[in-house]
């Protein structure tokens, strides 16, 4: 198994309606289960933290992608939806959407780089084939 260049680690009690923490401690919050779902909504969920982690390493990806292209896009701005969807026998699945704007490059070179981060990103790679993940730039989707 080849060295990991970086692990996170966290330690959470209680589940969605427990607490959280890294073991560096930059981050220590409540986790609360959603009011759609029966929650009083008080803390973070799960969801929101896989939608700020996705949307920040894709940004990142793309910028360094359009680095290596000799374009900038480190302007990149990122509206992410992590949305649980009901399936089969009452279970819930993730979905994904990546509302990406790149204001640097043309709507084609945008078109382009996303294509090309999501073939890198590390979150598209773990998602990829499991969960719905939409891409959308400039409003259209990829």
């Given at each position: 198994?080849?060295?990991?260049?970086?692990?996170?680690?966290?330690?959470?009690?209680?589940?969605?309606?427990?607490?959280?923490?890294?073991?560096?401690?930059?981050?220590?919050?409540?986790?609360?289960?959603?009011?759609?779902l029966g929650g009083d909504g008080q803390g973070v969920n799960p969801e929101q933290l896989f939608a700020i982690g996705f949307?920040?390493?894709?940004?990142?990806?793309?910028?360094?992608?359009?680095?290596?292209?000799?374009?900038?896009?480190?302007?990149?701005?990122?509206?992410?939806?992590?949305?649980?969807?009901?399936?089969?026998?009452?279970?819930?699945?993730?979905?994904?959407?990546?509302?990406?704007?790149?204001?640097?490059?043309?709507?084609?070179?945008?078109?382009?780089?996303?294509?090309?981060?999501?073939?890198?990103?590390?979150?598209?790679?773990?998602?990829?084939?499991?969960?719905?993940?939409?891409?959308?730039?400039?409003?259209?989707?990829?």
């Amino acid at each position: 198994m080849t060295k990991a260049r970086y692990t996170a680690q966290a330690h959470v009690t209680g589940g969605r309606n427990g607490h959280g923490r890294t073991h560096d401690g930059r981050l220590d919050l409540d986790l609360r289960q959603p009011e759609e779902l029966g929650g009083d909504g008080q803390g973070v969920n799960p969801e929101q933290l896989f939608a700020i982690g996705f949307a920040a390493c894709f940004g990142t990806t793309l910028a360094l992608v359009g680095q290596r292209g000799g374009l900038k896009a480190d302007d990149v701005e990122i509206d992410s939806s992590v949305s649980l969807l009901p399936v089969d026998g009452g279970r819930l699945q993730l979905a994904v959407e990546l509302r990406i704007e790149l204001p640097s490059v043309t709507a084609e070179q945008a078109v382009e780089l996303v294509r090309t981060a999501d073939q890198v990103c590390p979150y598209s790679g773990a998602t990829r084939g499991n969960i719905d993940v939409a891409l959308v730039v400039g409003g259209t989707r990829v």
